[in-house]
């Protein structure tokens, strides 16, 4: 799913209209911040499951 340049422009004009321009920095913040806390419960998963089979095998 590559997005071109102005499909991106477009995406943040609506983003603008719909949210205000006050609102944007706040969202973008809580954005980053869901996508680094779903990061890192995807590596806590994988290491756990590293470790079961660790156990498992030896």
């Keep these: 799913m590559n997005l071109s340049f102005g499909e ?30 779903f990061k890192k419960g995807m590596k806590q998963v994988m290491e756990d499951e590293d470790q079961v089979k660790k156990k498992t095998d030896g």
């Design 8 to 37: 991106i422009v477009i995406i943040l004009i609506v983003a603008v209209l719909i949210f205000g321009p006050s609102k944007l920095p706040k969202l973008g913040r809580a954005a980053g911040e869901t996508l680094l806390e």
